[in-house]
């Protein structure tokens, strides 16, 4: 079927039947580009093409980071615990978290439990870390599809591959394993099938992201208000009603039920002095810097489109919290706004066009080449210094841990529990049941074995706390068993 031919198909309103998406409502379908037919994504190779090289590098990267231990047990090691006990049918409590801490009165987040017959038959932090790459992977398809729609095979590929190789996707990729890749799964799905305006579709696929953290239900509840906007009225305001209430749920009940302390620890970060609110949401600078690499890589053609409506929860919550670890451009909090960034850059291009069109008629044609020629500029000037870009660098792939460090965390048991730095606890987590040190060993839990970088090198305890807990270890009980390199290795005597 033409372009012209189905757009025209979308805009007219049609009885529904049992099954049929709904059409009704308000539909103000994308005008199709100008620079004739446009093959239609559903046959072309290309989205699949990118999301399949796209896995290869982020495979590539999240194991080669493993392999050479630079993961960490926050956050790689706190979600293999949380996952091995999911696949063995029991509480998702995590050790590193502190004892008998479960998870879900941490971060609210259920849908791991469909990792657990995945990680039963391969059990291990690379299973945790191949899921990731996939679902990344997975949300480049839709991505891709609707930028074909739009733009056409040339800038549409572009915007495919400029997202694939987006900042706050790579940032994801290379801190360890989040529930958040799969967020990213369904809201690039969603955001395609809103832009067609299959709206019960696009319901659907926002369900599930209530049950991968409970800050999205407030993304969920934008992504109501969008179909309010664009669509039939009363689903949108029935899913914008159903994402309220789900994160009230979590947040005010279920976190707290589940949290040993019978509260949620994170609230604190949105309370304090407010002052001035358009103040706290704008400042330091570093909050405006992060909205401008939001919009930057696609030009900022995503302010076309009221698309970026859904971005618009994650962003609040995120620069009015206390924390600054929020406010940045790393880590893996802004995966989820990728999707929505580029799917709205992409519904946007035919607008643009049109409006240059007709207010320049002699620049028009060269508009989707600036377009593209300005993704590709924005990723290459990234890419250097871009977890992906530095794999082309020989200190990617120098191990942090020597196969002799490796032996030593060997010698461990399996089943045994074990007190391990950070940096060493994810080696073990997978057939062991792995403490924060030095947090532990205490006088109230001594594990069997302890794991420690001595010297203590920078991370999340202060050096000269793990060096006041590594003296400290003979007095409760721990003799040196072995010591490689910079590995050494305590056994519980007595």
Same mark, same amino acid.
């Given at each position: ?19 049929? =998406? ?17 093959? =239609? ?14 896995? !290869? ?24 615990? !949380? ?9 998702? *409590? ?85 529930? %958040?890749?799969?967020? !990213? ?37 934008? *992504? ?26 979590? /947040? ?45 890589? %696609? ?15 994650? *962003? ?5 919290? %206390? ?28 607008? /643009? ?22 993704? /590709? ?6 890419? !250097? ?26 010698? /461990? ?48 305890? =202060? ?32």
């Amino acid at each position: 079927m033409r372009r012209e031919e189905l757009d025209s198909h979308r805009s007219t309103p049609t009885r529904r039947g049992p099954g049929t =998406p709904e059409k009704l409502g308000p539909a103000t379908p994308p005008e199709p580009p100008s620079s004739g037919r446009v093959r =239609p994504a559903g046959r072309c190779a290309l989205p699949y093409l990118l999301a399949g090289i796209a896995f !290869v590098l982020y495979e590539l990267l999240s194991v080669v980071r493993h392999l050479t231990g630079r993961t960490t047990g926050f956050d790689l090691g706190i979600f293999e615990q !949380v996952v091995r006990n999911y696949a063995h049918f029991d509480i998702p *409590i995590s050790e590193l978290k502190g004892p008998g801490v479960n998870i879900l009165g941490d971060h609210f987040s259920p849908i791991l439990a469909v990792l657990g017959p995945v990680y039963l038959l391969f059990p291990g932090p690379i299973t945790l870390l191949t899921v990731q790459a996939a679902a990344f992977a997975l949300s480049v398809v839709p991505i891709t599809r609707l930028a074909i729609d739009t733009c056409g095979p040339r800038l549409g590929g572009v915007l495919g591959a400029a997202y694939a190789l987006s900042w706050g996707i790579q940032s994801a990729v290379a801190f360890d394993f989040h529930e %958040t890749c799969l967020a !990213v799964v369904f809201v690039a799905f969603c955001v395609e099938r809103l832009y067609r305006q299959e709206w019960w579709a696009a319901f659907a696929y926002a369900l599930p992201l209530l049950l991968v953290k409970e800050d999205l239900g407030l993304t969920v509840a934008a *992504i109501g208000l969008y179909i309010v906007l664009r669509g039939p009225r009363r689903t949108g305001i029935l899913l914008a009603v159903v994402g309220v209430a789900a994160c009230c749920l979590t /947040v005010l009940v279920l976190i707290p039920h589940f949290n040993v302390y019978g509260q949620n620890t994170y609230l604190g970060q949105a309370s304090g002095t407010v002052g001035n609110p358009l103040v706290r949401l704008v400042m330091p600078l570093q909050k405006l810097e992060t909205v401008l690499m939001l919009l930057a890589p %696609t030009a900022f053609l995503a302010l076309r489109s009221p698309i970026l409506v859904i971005a618009l929860p994650t *962003i609040a919550w995120r620069f009015w919290a %206390t924390n600054p670890a929020y406010w940045g451009t790393d880590l893996h909090y802004s995966a989820v706004l990728m999707p929505v960034v580029f799917a709205a850059a992409a519904a946007a291009v035919p607008q /643009v066009h049109a409006v240059v069109g007709a207010a320049l008629p002699r620049y028009a044609r060269r508009f989707r080449q600036l377009v593209g020629a300005w993704c /590709v500029v924005f990723v290459v000037l990234l890419f !250097v210094h871009s977890p992906v870009g530095q794999l082309l660098q020989g200190a990617a792939w120098r191990p942090v841990i020597s196969s002799a460090e490796r032996e030593a965390l060997a010698i /461990v048991p399996d089943q045994a529990t074990v007190a391990a730095e950070n940096s060493l606890a994810p080696q073990l987590t997978n057939r062991t049941t792995v403490y924060l040190f030095p947090g532990f060993p205490n006088r109230q839990l001594r594990p069997d074995w302890v794991a420690v970088i001595d010297p203590p090198m920078p991370g999340l305890a =202060p050096v000269d706390q793990q060096l006041a807990a590594i003296r400290q270890l003979p007095v409760l009980g721990y003799e040196l068993a072995d010591r490689r390199e910079q590995v050494s290795l305590y056994r519980l005597t007595r």
